[in-house]
């Protein structure tokens, strides 16, 4: 079975301070793919990244970095300076290999960045 | 502008009744995907096609059809034998399987 856990449900910071979004996944499959999703208050899904299970190299674009350790089956992903325009609800997604492509998602994390 | 448009963005439904949502992509995209949002949750998987004609199951779907006769179209109806239809309705699109989905703005659909 997949599963996808994100234990924290909400988050409340002050601008500026850097945040970190917890993300533990749980798949039998031994190639997968683990995706992070943001959604603004509007509704959509705004893909933010993809990595794949042989790819263990942490990746960082702007103020957002992502640190992906198999030895935990965490797939954390951190805010830097954090903005109010990052406020929203975060989810992580896993789709393994031998699963038709399905993506399975966690419960998400609001983020809520206040002035 | 390349995206998905779904409509409409608020839907009604009566005791009984079926209703159709719509979803069209111009990403010429392959596969397409229905996915339900309750408040809090995350998302669950209703149905998703990989190609014209073919479509599966997903997680959740019982009390929900769908059709796949053109590659840009993929209709989500909601059976009256879907007892509980109030949530957020999502539907995306991939160029293949495994990779990243792009998403349409929802349809938030209610019981009268």
């Known amino acids: 079975a997949q599963k996808v856990t994100q234990a924290q449900t909400e988050i409340s910071v002050v601008e500026k301070e850097d945040v970190t979004l917890d993300c533990v996944y749980e798949t039998r499959d031994t190639t997968y793919y683990l995706f992070w999703y943001k959604q603004p208050p509007s509704g959509e899904l705004v893909f933010l990244i993809r990595?794949?299970?042989?790819?263990?190299q942490n990746e960082i674009s702007g103020r957002y970095s992502w640190n992906f350790q198999k030895s935990t089956s965490s797939f954390n992903f951190t805010i830097t300076a954090s903005q109010v325009v990052d406020s929203a609800v975060y989810f992580c997604?896993?789709?393994?290999?031998?699963?038709?492509?399905?993506?399975?998602f966690g419960q998400g994390t609001e983020l809520s960045v206040k002035p | 502008d390349g995206g998905i448009t779904q409509s409409p963005k608020y839907l009604f439904r009566k005791e009984g009744q079926n209703v159709t949502l719509s979803c069209e992509q111009n990403?010429?995209?392959?596969?397409m995907y229905w996915y339900r949002q309750d408040p809090g949750q995350g998302l669950r998987l209703i149905y998703y096609?990989?190609?014209?004609?073919?479509?599966q199951k997903g997680d959740i779907a019982e009390g929900y059809s769908v059709s796949r006769e053109k590659k840009e179209s993929f209709p989500l109806t909601v059976t009256s034998a879907q007892k509980n239809p109030t949530a957020f309705y999502l539907c995306a699109s991939s160029i293949g399987t495994f990779q990243p989905q792009h998403f349409g703005d929802g349809t938030r659909l209610s019981i009268l």
């Open positions: 990403l010429n995209h392959d596969a």
């Open positions: 096609s990989q190609i014209v004609n073919d479509f």
């Open positions: 997604a896993l789709s393994g290999y031998n699963q038709g492509g399905k993506l399975i």
């Open positions: 990595r794949n299970s042989f790819d263990e």
